[in-house]
């Protein structure tokens, strides 16, 4: 994994391997197999995406068009078995359109509600930051609570339930950036990168071997819900001591304290790295979480939490530069 002196990004988790033999634990790493049947170079991206199943979390897709950030989130709810729906996010489209509405119904004189696309369990949000803040923020209630409240009425949402949010972080007119408290409620933040020259070989040669990423024909179900369930339970209960919890206290304070930070993680971001280090641990046959998880899961989990002052932004500074440096600079318990 990684030691004090810096984090691994996600982009490039990779488990370890079990050390304690469990049959959910390797159904729920065989998706990892199955999603790269269609995706090929974004192992860790996939990663990711279990562990906030994992930590019944959302995740932020960042990434240039063209990387699979589509067809990586279609596929993972496939190899899952779960049903997922896709909202493209436009200038136009409003809160009813994602959370549902009251319709009339012209045959009994009343109105119904008519779900929206967020009654699934794998919600595809492509281009979130392409919509305004009226209707994003239509998704808050619904990623925090597990619910959509219409008319006085609260509708519990399917379980599990998963927020998957692209973006495009070179594009900007046209776009509107997320609020900090929406932004603050995804668990990870996953930068997708280019391929390697290798990945992209293989992306050409699937290709032309006739693959068709609109079908998706190769990918099947390995896992169900009932075994999602069993793995959310298992990874929830990985054990975790003090001096952890006093590790990670340490690591949230810094960024507070950082001269670089205007706003640094506050006590939510903490528990979200705790859940994401348990799940992280839990996928390598962990039976309690070490350093290391935690060091390995602070970047994706805290660089969209935290504002940088404007002179730092102006010297180029990057938020993964400043939690590495957190990372090098708070004591490790032993």
Same mark, same amino acid.
């Given at each position: 994994?990684?030691?004090?002196?810096?984090?691994?990004?996600?982009?490039?988790?990779?488990?370890?391997?079990?050390?304690?033999?469990?049959?959910?634990?390797?159904?729920?790493?065989?998706?990892?197999?199955?999603?790269?049947?269609?995706?090929?170079? /974004?192992?860790?991206?996939?990663?990711?995406?279990?562990?906030?199943? &994992?930590?019944?979390?959302?995740?932020?897709?960042?990434?240039?068009?063209?990387?699979?950030?589509?067809?990586?989130?279609?596929?993972?709810?496939?190899?899952?078995? &779960?049903?997922?729906?896709?909202?493209?996010?436009?200038?136009?489209?409003?809160?009813?359109?994602?959370?549902?509405?009251?319709?009339? =119904?012209?045959?009994?004189?009343?109105?119904?509600?008519?779900?929206?696309?967020?009654?699934?369990?794998?919600?595809?949000? =492509?281009?979130?930051?392409?919509?305004?803040?009226?209707?994003?923020?239509?998704?808050?209630?619904?990623?925090?609570?597990?619910?959509?409240?219409?008319?006085?009425?609260?509708?519990? &949402?399917?379980?599990?339930? &998963?927020?998957?949010?692209?973006?495009?972080?070179?594009?900007?007119?046209?776009?509107?950036?997320?609020?900090?408290?929406?932004?603050?409620?995804?668990?990870?933040?996953?930068?997708?990168?280019?391929?390697?020259?290798? !990945?992209?070989?293989?992306?050409?040669?699937?290709?032309?071997?006739?693959? =068709?990423?609109?079908?998706?024909?190769?990918?099947? !179900?390995?896992?169900?819900?009932?075994?999602?369930?069993?793995? /959310?339970?298992? !990874?929830?209960?990985?054990?975790?001591? =003090?001096?952890?919890?006093?590790?990670?206290?340490?690591?949230?304070?810094?960024?507070? /304290?950082?001269?670089?930070?205007?706003?640094?993680?506050?006590?939510?971001?903490?528990?979200?790295?705790?859940?994401?280090?348990? !799940?992280?641990?839990?996928?390598?046959?962990?039976?309690?979480?070490?350093?290391?998880?935690?060091?390995?899961?602070?970047?994706?989990?805290?660089?969209?939490?935290?504002?940088?002052?404007?002179?730092?932004?102006?010297?180029?500074?990057?938020?993964?530069?400043?939690?590495?440096?957190?990372? /090098?600079?708070?004591?490790?318990?032993?």
């Amino acid at each position: 994994m990684t030691d004090a002196a810096g984090a691994a990004p996600a982009e490039q988790l990779v488990p370890e391997g079990g050390r304690e033999p469990d049959s959910v634990r390797e159904a729920m790493n065989r998706v990892r197999i199955e999603v790269g049947k269609a995706v090929v170079g /974004q192992d860790g991206a996939v990663t990711g995406l279990l562990i906030a199943v &994992l930590a019944r979390g959302h995740v932020l897709l960042e990434g240039v068009p063209g990387v699979a950030k589509t067809l990586l989130v279609r596929s993972f709810s496939r190899a899952l078995g &779960l049903d997922t729906k896709r909202i493209q996010f436009t200038p136009d489209l409003m809160p009813g359109d994602v959370s549902g509405s009251l319709v009339y =119904d012209a045959r009994t004189g009343e109105f119904e509600f008519r779900d929206g696309p967020v009654f699934t369990n794998i919600v595809l949000a =492509d281009e979130i930051n392409r919509t305004p803040p009226k209707t994003q923020a239509a998704l808050l209630e619904a990623m925090e609570e597990r619910q959509v409240s219409a008319d006085g009425v609260t509708r519990p &949402l399917p379980d599990p339930f &998963l927020v998957a949010a692209t973006q495009n972080p070179i594009e900007h007119e046209g776009t509107y950036s997320l609020p900090e408290a929406q932004l603050d409620r995804f668990l990870l933040k996953l930068v997708v990168d280019v391929p390697s020259r290798d !990945a992209e070989l293989a992306v050409l040669q699937r290709h032309a071997a006739g693959f =068709d990423p609109r079908t998706l024909a190769d990918v099947h !179900a390995v896992v169900g819900i009932d075994e999602i369930r069993a793995a /959310q339970r298992a !990874a929830a209960s990985v054990a975790v001591t =003090d001096d952890l919890l006093g590790y990670l206290v340490d690591l949230a304070r810094a960024t507070r /304290q950082s001269p670089s930070v205007q706003l640094g993680v506050s006590p939510r971001a903490s528990t979200a790295l705790l859940a994401a280090a348990k !799940a992280w641990a839990w996928l390598g046959g962990y039976p309690a979480i070490t350093p290391d998880h935690v060091q390995t899961m602070l970047v994706p989990t805290w660089r969209h939490r935290i504002r940088l002052r404007p002179e730092a932004e102006l010297e180029g500074v990057s938020v993964d530069a400043i939690l590495t440096s957190v990372l /090098q600079q708070t004591r490790v318990p032993i």
